[in-house]
């Protein structure tokens, strides 16, 4: 266990635990809860640091547990514990309830502390025209460049009419989540990922306009960062309204066919500017032959074609909005 630790730090922790009581006693899957405490007593105000659990275990055995835990960032400088509980939640009969918590001393230094700086690089956004009531996509890579690690992290989308993240006025569109991403130490250039948001619904509510859709970092503030300027970022998105069967055909977006070319195996997303109209989807073979057909409901704006059972090679794919027709060539590799 660390003697001394910084707010906002990461620091590893591990323990033993053992199984006492009579050989027949059966197995048990044994947890230890890693707390911060301003005494020595494990009570309901400690901060909950993590757990770790082992596997079963017979009576006499004995098994190591770790984690990788955040001091809290707000934590006051001073004498601290770290308390350790073995069977947290109470989950376990035991023949004896008043030996599961040890505790040890711990200082908590005043000093800057090693903290996370996430950022976002070369978001993309998959339709930037979308029909009020229609769904766009976004993706982006994610990095951790500072010197602390974030143990994990949320991404937000929001449609804004602005570049500039308001959590009253924007419109929450959906949100993922992701693991932990060590800091940037000994010199490296920091932990990075990739994540999608395939599916961001606009609001059919929406008034047609120019708008933005936000990529923001930690939306609820929970992290703490050295940079939390840099959180993040604005993809231009225009908003349409529905539109009519030749409208619908005759523009750039009425047939938005992703990704192209395709892998054999892969899902052919399909977005329609049809809105508010039934929309027949046709895939067409390099013989003419119609290999693969859906009809659209009025209200449905996105599909999806799976290409596991489809040769390699050039297609057509149709959309007949009432009696007006559309064509994109697609490649199957």
Known sequence: MPTVVQAGGTYSMS????????????????????????????????????????????????????????IPALTSPGGYYLVLVADPLNAELESDETNNVVTFPVQVAAGSPALPDLELWRPSISFSTVPAGGNTGAFSFIFNRGAGAASAYEVGFYLSADTVFSASTDVFMGQITGGSLPGALNGSTGAGTIFSAPLLAVP????????????????????????????SRALRLIVAGAL???????????????????????????????????????????????????????????????TQNLPAGIYLVRMTVAGAEVTRRVLIN
């Not at 993590?50 to 009576?59: E, I, N, R």
């Not at 059919?204 to 840099?230: F, K």
């Not at 899902?267 to 073979?285: E, N, P, R, W």
């Open 244 to 306: 009519s069967a030749t409208a619908a055909t005759s523009s750039d977006d009425a047939l938005l066919i992703y990704p192209n070319p395709v892998a054999r195996g892969n899902s052919l997303i399909i977005h329609t500017g049809a809105a508010g109209q039934a929309a027949k989807l046709t895939l067409v073979d390099a013989m003419g032959r119609a290999v693969v057909q859906q009809t659209l409901r009025p209200t449905q704006t996105e599909t999806s074609i799976d």
């Open 15 to 70: 323990a033993h635990i053992r199984v006492n009581g009579n050989p027949g006693a059966g197995a048990q899957f044994n947890c230890v809860g890693y707390y911060l405490s301003t005494n020595s007593t494990w009570d309901a105000t400690d901060a909950y640091l993590g757990s770790s659990c082992q596997s079963l275990l017979m009576a006499g055995q004995s098994g190591p547990t770790s984690i990788t835990a955040i």
């Open 204 to 231: 059919a509510t929406t008034v047609p306009g120019n708008y933005y859709l936000l990529l923001v970092i930690d939306p609820r503030n929970q992290i703490a960062e050295s940079n939390e300027n840099n959180n």
